[in-house]
C-alpha cells in the first residue's frame, strides 16, 4: 500500500474527515493540519499583533501558547471529524526537527524527519494527525512540516487539502507546473499570502522526489 502525507488547512479542516477517510481507503495516510485562522482570531482577541513575513507567522513566546491551544482545538477537531482510527500527535512531542528562524521569533524551518510515533500509527493500520510544532518547541509553518514529514517518511506524494483551487496564474487554475517555473515564480515576488509556503514546501518535496498537489495543481520534476 502507498504511504502519502495530507496537508489540512485550519480553515478546511472541519470538512476533510470524509476526505482523509477515503484517501485512507486505499493509502497509509499521516496527516498535518494548520490552524491559521483560528491563530489569528485568538491573537486578536488577546490584543497580540498579528506579523506575517513571506506567508510565516512572526512569533512571540505569549503567541506560542495560543498557537498550541489553536493548535490543539483544530486537531481535536479534525479527529473527531475522522473517527477512531485518528490518532493526535504533537510534533514537538514526537520529534519532529527544525532549524530555528530568530528573525521570527519562536519560528523554525522544519527539516525532514522519521519521526517513530508516526511509523508506528502507520503500522497499526491508523492515522497519525500531527500538529506542526517543532522540538524547541518552535512554531513551524504547516505546509512546510507536511513537506519536511513526506520526505523524512518517503512517502509516494504530498497532497495539499486546501480551500483554493490551487496555483492561480492570470485568473485561472494552473494544472502542472515544474521545479524551475515555481521556483522562478516565488522568486520573482508576484505571489502573495498562503501560496508561497505552499508552493514552496511543493518545490521541497518534488525536489527530493515526492509529487505535491495543491488543489488542482501538480507541482513535479
Not at 473517527?83 to 528562524?101: C, T, W
Not at 518535496?205 to 520534476?221: E, K, P, Y
Amino acid at each position: 500500500m502507498s504511504r502519502i502525507v495530507v496537508k489540512v488547512g485550519g480553515a478546511v479542516a472541519d470538512a476533510s474527515g470524509e476526505a482523509v477517510l477515503a484517501l485512507a481507503a486505499d493509502h497509509e495516510v499521516c496527516v498535518v493540519h494548520g490552524a491559521g485562522p483560528q491563530i489569528s482570531l485568538e491573537m486578536e482577541r488577546a490584543g497580540i499583533l498579528v506579523e506575517f513575513v513571506d506567508g510565516r507567522r512572526v512569533t512571540s513566546p505569549a503567541g506560542l501558547e495560543l498557537v498550541r491551544a489553536s493548535f490543539a482545538a483544530v486537531n481535536a477537531a479534525l479527529c473527531a471529524a475522522i473517527g477512531d482510527r485518528a490518532v493526535p500527535l504533537f510534533g514537538d512531542e514526537i520529534g519532529l526537527q527544525a532549524e530555528p528562524v530568530p528573525e521570527l521569533g519562536l519560528v523554525g524551518n522544519a527539516v525532514p524527519s522519521r519521526p517513530q510515533a508516526i511509523l508506528d500509527v502507520l503500522e497499526l493500520g491508523q492515522i497519525p494527525v500531527v500538529a506542526p510544532l517543532a522540538e524547541g518547541p518552535l512554531n513551524v509553518n504547516a505546509d512546510e512540516a507536511a513537506a519536511a514529514l513526506a520526505l523524512g517518511l518517503g512517502v509516494d506524494e504530498l497532497l495539499f487539502l486546501t480551500g483554493v483551487d490551487g496555483l492561480i496564474l492570470d485568473g485561472r487554475v494552473v494544472e502542472e507546473i515544474g521545479i524551475d517555473a515555481a521556483t522562478d515564480l516565488l522568486d520573482g515576488g508576484t505571489l502573495q499570502g498562503g501560496i508561497i509556503p505552499k508552493l514552496g514546501a511543493a518545490v521541497t518535496a518534488a525536489r527530493g522526489g515526492v509529487a505535491a498537489t495543491i488543489g488542482r495543481t501538480l507541482v513535479a520534476r
